[in-house]
């Protein structure tokens, strides 16, 4: 991403920045730039140097140093024997609606849930307005995990490489903006299950329904992007 590469190499120089000095830099919204610390900083790329909402950052030295060792010996594996049948690059995968808080969510959990390793998967709203509670909900009871979901704007990921973009609500569809390396744009239209009117009850049938509906749809689409990655990759 260039705007957390950006803010790497303003750390780099700088050795250290607040969140505000790194917004005025980078002329960007300054939650754009706290949503973007908290990944770098959730990687283990960076860390606070202080105590406090206020406190700078800096480049985490050790996280930096194991990544260059790592690398170097990626370098010299794949120079040497027995790197054919490697493993494939994750497919990345970014699921888009409106508002991030329903449909995108429990698309961005389940493919998480069922495509393993072999996935990388974000999702994203035009709009966002925050995780609807009901969302968690029924993902906690059919098992799956909610670690890591959270309501982001489309415009964390509009510089992303993607192989696929899903769009899973009409609006979102038509506000979809090109990505880099043409990803395949895919749409699948899902009604939103919090505007169901009615008690609890009927409130979470639809967002059950929605999730089984999700389900159906990622089954087919996990055997197809396998199948497509591994093609290509031989």
Known sequence: ????????QTL??????????????ADLAQSTISEHL???????????CGPGPRSGYCINREAVTWIKQAVIGLL?????????????NPI????LCTGNSARSILAEATLRDLGGDDFEVFSAGTEPKGVNPMSLRVLEQAGITTEGLASKSLDLYVADPFHYV???????????????GDPERIHWSFPDPAAVDGNEVVRVAAFQETLRGMRRRIEPFIAVAR????????
């Open 76 to 88: 010299d594996g794949a120079s040497g024997p027995g790197t054919t049948g490697a493993r494939m």
């Open 38 to 48: 908290r990944v770098l900083k959730e990687s283990g790329l960076i860390q606070q």
């Open 227 to 234: 199948r497509t990655a591994e093609e290509a990759s031989v």
């Open 12 to 25: 780099t120089v700088c050795g250290e920045a607040n969140c505000i000095d790194i917004t005025r830099h």
């Open 92 to 95: 990345r995968v970014l699921f």
């Open 1 to 8: 991403n260039p705007v957390r590469l950006e803010i790497f």
């Open 166 to 180: 899903i769009t899973v609500c009409d609006r979102a569809a038509e506000q979809c903006p090109v990505f880099p």
